[in-house]
């Protein structure tokens, strides 16, 4: 049968201009036997669309290729992603091709395996079972706009309003002390920030929009620059950032935020205790904190909440005084709409006593993450039918009657609404995997099968017309001006202040054919010749140490999301399981953190595997010693220690929200004997003197700069090879030398720019043995640096990659030149030539080269997901960091296509694209006007690491400021 031009838009969702076509008719991913016209092998479509990896609510644009999606990246026009994503919004493509999703509709037969069963028979089942009138409830997650209002509109066609929005982390603490709801902060305002144990960098309500705030807080204007204090129990990313740490357990983190709340009559809960009397429990300098409570109460201070109860209060209590717009209780997040423990304690309780017939389950996994004390499992037992909507078998599917499998984000319409002001659009980005349906059509289907009146109820006989219809743009074939309207909305990826006129959410890659418009520039802007910083060797970071307060007993559990694996959903994600945690390294595994006093105290070293319990529920897990975790505090990651949701999550670590029956309990600790290794990327701490990270004070005058240019005029009369010229030959236009600055003072260490490299380059994965072996495969690693000999040493992250030198000395020793320089003066590797004696990674001082000792897998449809752009290494190959030369590449063939020169900023690398703080500049270096240029000829922060090597490398570091 010929596959048509509409059938084909129909089926595939192919775009026009970046916005999707409804995907009907088709439930798999097939070739193409006819080449439809809208089709270009080799150039990109691009949707717009919202991410559903966590509530924040970021806006991202997914690349199309030839009928599957192989990249996101964040929505250049959207308010909160800013063009940005963070490293699970990258590995959202794990989710759509997951090797273990779930197929079809299966049921459950007498012996308690699944069967397979067509949807018709599915849902003629479940339609019986509807019709009998039952007591029906359903459990989703955070969902908003129209795929809620569905469920509950369905709710109400069969006589019920159970509907429980659960999500393990649900900022109830917050809400409490915010008049019940979690209102918006602005933190690029403050000039003085406190964090009361609220990683607000990595999981904490919505990171990238707060990474993006941040950096502008910390902007350095007229030689000053704002202050952030972290005080919380565990050294985490966000408090590596920090000027200023107080580590110290729990309870003091309360009593310091009551005694800060205090001054000034700041103060709206419980009475505080004097300053100089927690100051001495806790063993903190009482100057130190005089001087952050007096500087909270004078300058513009905005505090971020943590999870405990008078945290939350003394926080919110101190923001009361600040600037409205820092704290917008008029603008809540849509963590707001978040059922409390108390709901669910009910729901439960329900379930328990028979009430409840049939439940529903959506996006949600109470079996896994509610802890043992809750008996949600005992109570599920009793419900007559349980109905699972999910894609995938995870612990809660897996106890269900029914699965009837929703589409996945990337596959479905829908919309999402972070902020009453900002409203995302959901589209298809590709055809259906497998055979699954759109949550909500499977829904209206279900009332139709008990012959309910579909039109009456939902106004729409679909989910599509249904969304269409509650975004004011009826189905009418004759409504020219709301199908107008429509598709513009979809080519921006929803509505928001400012989006009517937005355009199309296009990302400036080097992947879009033409350059449309200025791209936009994330850096800091460009700095005049007036130097702002003096070097250092290394000056400290304020840390008001690791407390020690009085010896006792009690020992308090900090359970904290994982920045990748989130609260456990994104666990069958294989990126996110090899990505290193950043401050400790540990990747594909669970471990407990305990400060050296405790351990000592108990007799543990690392690797010990201790048993930590509470309330009856206990796991084992290897301990992790270091000074970074406050004394009678066990710090244990969250998001690992799954029995089902795949193979890549399965019987990987410990599950260790089993224990939280109450927030950060009191905990038994016992060590068992045994030992087992932690999986942990290898590096050291310390830099042994090299300043390999160098940083600068703030104010004053550069001592010297070590910038060695890597072009022809940085050759001297002591170099023993020429400079290369960096010309095309016979092309007047192509005269390039491409080069990277790295502003280490805007790195965070969140690893996004790891994750999104993994995403375009086709790295493979080596696993957890891998890793233990000293394999890992990432071309971009963030190096993390701190002296824990020195108390008020600097964290200092760097991302580390190929150099790109001029005088590269990988080149010089290989036998089969596969190490070569290319006449735009990147460090190509040819595979083909490469015979693997790793002779160039010997000779490479920066260690960024990988060898692929085996062929590395793709389990189908993984391989889906694969960049055709880029190569796939086969073993015994080196491969190393080509600063996305595919899409320099690309970009080349349109410059030359228009008699035109690529203009500066018109390529992104996959680094730069997605980094939220703009650490990331790539440009020419022959071109003066660049921003690459300036910033390396102007800025008096610029190095090179390991200058006196004279490789004269291309990526250009700027160093990181530290205030004294």
């Not at 990683?199 to 202050?227: C, V």
């Not at 070293?605 to 201790?610: F, G, K, M, R």
């Amino acid at each position: 049968m010929r596959l048509t031009r509409r059938e084909f838009l129909q089926g595939m969702g192919i775009t026009v201009s970046g916005f999707g076509i409804m995907s009907l008719g088709y439930d798999r991913l097939v070739p193409f036997i006819h080449q439809p016209d809208d089709l270009i092998p080799g150039v990109s479509t691009w949707y717009a669309t919202s991410c559903r990896e966590c509530p924040a609510g970021c806006a991202m644009v997914v690349r199309n290729r030839e009928a599957h999606v192989v990249k996101c990246e964040g929505n250049p026009k959207h308010p909160v992603s800013r063009g940005t994503l963070c490293a699970r919004g990258q590995a959202a493509l794990h989710g759509l091709y997951d090797p273990d999703r779930i197929k079809g509709p299966l049921r459950k037969n007498n012996s308690g395996e699944f069967d397979s069963v067509k949807w018709e028979d599915a849902l003629d089942a479940v339609g019986k079972l509807l019709a009998k009138q039952p007591r029906i409830a359903i459990i989703s997650d955070l969902q908003t706009g129209s795929l809620d209002a569905l469920m509950r509109t369905w709710l109400g066609a069969f006589g019920s309003n159970r509907l429980v929005v659960y999500e393990p982390i649900n900022y109830e603490k917050v809400k409490h002390a915010s008049g019940g709801i979690v209102p918006s902060f602005n933190i690029a305002e403050s000039d003085y920030l406190i964090s009361f144990a609220a990683d607000f960098l990595e999981t904490w309500i919505s990171p990238i929009e707060f990474a993006h705030q941040f950096a502008a807080m910390r902007e350095i204007k007229n030689g000053k620059r704002a202050r952030f204090v972290y005080v919380g129990p565990r050294v985490s990313m966000t408090a590596a950032n920090a000027d200023e740490r107080i580590i110290v357990p729990l309870d003091a983190v309360a009593d310091i935020a009551q005694t800060i709340a205090s001054l000034n009559g700041m103060a709206t809960a419980a009475p505080s205790k004097p300053i100089e009397s927690v100051a001495r429990k806790y063993n903190i300098s009482v100057d130190d904190t005089h001087r952050i409570a007096n500087r909270a109460a004078e300058a513009h201070t905005l505090v971020l909440p943590g999870t405990d109860e008078r945290i939350a209060a003394a926080a919110m209590s101190i923001n009361v005084n600040r600037k409205i717009s820092m704290v917008d209780y008029s603008r809540p997040h849509a963590v707001t709409n978040i059922a409390s423990k108390i709901e669910m304690v009910n729901l439960i309780a329900d379930l328990d006593n028979g009430k409840i017939d049939i439940l529903i389950i959506h996006g949600a996994n109470p079996v896994y993450a509610l802890p043992e004390s809750a008996r949600f499992v005992e109570a599920l037992k009793k419900v007559k039918t349980v109905i699972s909507l999910s894609s995938y078998m995870d612990e809660t599917t897996a106890l269900a009657d029914f699965v009837l499998p929703s589409n996945t984000p990337l596959e479905s319409w829908g919309d999402y609404q972070p902020y009453p002001d900002v409203a995302n659009l959901m589209q298809p980005t590709m055809g259906t995997l497998f055979d699954t349906r759109q949550t909500g059509d499977i829904l209206i289907e279900l009332a139709r099968r008990t012959e309910q009146d579909s039109k009456t109820i939902f106004k729409a006989e679909n989910f599509y017309d249904y969304l269409r219809l509650r975004w004011g743009a009826p189905v009418s074939e004759k409504d020219d001006a709301a199908a107008a309207q429509w598709e513009a909305m979809l080519r921006i990826g929803g509505k928001w202040p400012g989006s009517e006129s937005a355009g199309t959410a296009t990302p400036s890659t080097g992947y879009q054919v033409g350059f449309e418009q200025a791209p936009t520039v994330k850096a800091a802007a460009v700095p005049a010749k007036t130097p702002v910083v003096a070097e250092t060797a290394m000056l400290p970071i304020k840390t008001l140490d690791i407390a020690r307060p009085e010896q006792k007993d009690e020992i308090r559990l900090w359970a904290y999301p994982s920045l990748y694996l989130f609260d456990g959903r994104g666990a069958n994600r294989r990126w996110l399981q090899e990505m290193p945690e950043p401050i400790v390294k540990g990747a594909w595994d669970s471990w407990a953190e305990i400060n050296p006093i405790t351990a000592k105290k108990l007799g543990i070293e690392t690797n010990d595997v201790i048993e930590v319990s509470h309330n009856g529920a206990s796991i084992r897990v290897s301990a992790f010693v270091w000074e970074g975790i406050a004394p009678d505090t066990i710090g244990i990651p969250m998001g690992q220690g799954h029995t089902h949701y795949g193979r890549y999550a399965e019987g990987i670590g410990v599950n260790v929200l089993p224990l939280l029956s109450v927030d950060n309990p009191n905990i038994k600790v016992r060590k068992t004997g045994e030992k087992k290794r932690i999986t942990r990327w290898k590096g050291d701490d310390g830099q042994y003197g090299r300043e390999i990270v160098k940083t600068a004070a703030l104010g004053g005058m550069a001592a010297h700069r070590e910038v060695t240019l890597p072009l022809p005029q940085g050759y001297k009369f002591n170099d023993f090879y020429p400079g290369h010229e960096h010309k095309s030959p016979g092309e007047k236009l192509d005269d390039y030398r491409w080069a990277m600055v790295i502003d280490e003072n805007r790195c965070i260490g969140c690893h996004a720019c790891s994750v999104a490299c993994y995403a375009e380059n086709n790295i493979g994965i080596v696993g957890a043995d891998g890793i233990r072996r000293n394999r890992e495969m990432a071309w971009l690693r963030i190096d993390r640096y701190i002296d824990w000999k020195e108390s008020s040493a600097p964290i200092l992250f760097q991302p580390m990659l190929c150099q790109h030198c001029d005088s590269a000395p990988c080149e010089s020793v290989c036998p089969v030149y596969a190490s070569y320089h290319t006449e735009d003066g990147l460090n190509a590797q040819i595979y083909n030539r490469c015979v693997g004696t790793r002779y160039c990674s010997n000779n490479c001082p920066y260690k960024v080269r990988r060898f692929n000792w085996f062929d590395y897998k793709w389990p189908e449809p993984l391989n889906y997901q694969l960049n055709p752009d880029v190569t796939v290494r086969g073993r015994g190959v080196m491969e190393k960091c080509t600063l996305c030369v595919q899409r320099i590449r690309q970009a080349r063939i349109v410059a030359r296509r228009e008699g035109r020169r690529i203009r500066d900023g018109e390529i992104m690398p996959a680094c730069a694209q997605t980094c939220p703080t703009g650490v990331f500049t790539f440009g020419d270096l022959k071109d003066p006007e660049s921003r690459v240029s300036k910033l390396i000829r102007n800025d008096p922060r610029a190095y090179q690491v390991l200058h006196e090597l004279n490789t004269k490398p291309a990526v250009i570091y700027l160093r990181r400021v530290i205030e004294r």
